[in-house]
C-alpha cells in the first residue's frame, strides 16, 4: 500500500450516519479514507477515496465494486477474520501516514462510545470526531 506521507489532515469517512454535512469536510490535499460504506458515500459525491478499506459488508456486490474501481487504493478484509473494526481499521492506517490531524466523520455511536474511543483518547492530533448533530 502507498503510504505518501504527503498530506497534512486525513478525513476518514465511516459507515452509519454520514450526510451533506460530511460533504463540508474535505479540503484540497486531504488524504480521503473510506472505511467500509463511508468509501461509497465518498464516490457517490463525487470524491474519489485515496484508500478504502474494511471488510465491506454493509454494501451491495455492485456498491462494492464502484468501491474497488473507485479507490485509489483498496483494502478488503474478512467480516470474521479480523482484529479491528473497520473504523479502527482506518484510524491506525491514518496513524501511520503520521498527519497533523485526523478528522473521522460519521459512524455509528457503538463503535463511537466504545471501542474507537480507546484508540484516540490519548492522541492529539485527532482534533475532531463528527457525527450527525
Do not use: H
Not at 5 to 19: D, E, K
Not at 61 to 85: C, N
Not at 119 to 133: A, D, G, N, Q, Y
Amino acid at each position: 500500500m502507498d503510504l505518501q506521507m504527503s498530506s497534512s489532515r486525513v478525513v476518514i469517512f465511516t459507515g452509519g450516519n454520514l450526510g451533506d454535512w460530511a460533504l463540508r469536510l474535505p479540503q484540497p490535499g486531504d488524504y480521503l479514507i473510506g472505511a467500509d460504506k463511508g468509501a461509497f458515500f465518498l464516490l457517490e459525491a463525487g470524491f474519489t477515496p485515496d484508500l478504502a478499506v474494511g471488510d465491506f459488508d454493509t454494501v451491495t456486490p455492485e456498491q462494492l465494486e464502484a468501491v474497488r474501481s473507485g479507490s485509489r487504493v483498496f483494502r478488503g478484509f474478512d467480516p470474521i477474520d479480523k482484529d479491528y473494526t473497520d473504523t479502527e481499521l482506518a484510524f491506525r492506517i491514518a496513524l501511520e501516514r503520521a498527519p497533523a490531524q485526523i478528522v473521522i466523520a460519521g459512524g455509528s455511536e457503538a463503535v463511537l462510545t466504545t471501542r474507537l474511543p480507546m484508540c484516540i483518547c490519548f492522541e492529539p492530533r485527532v482534533k475532531r470526531v463528527l457525527t450527525p448533530s
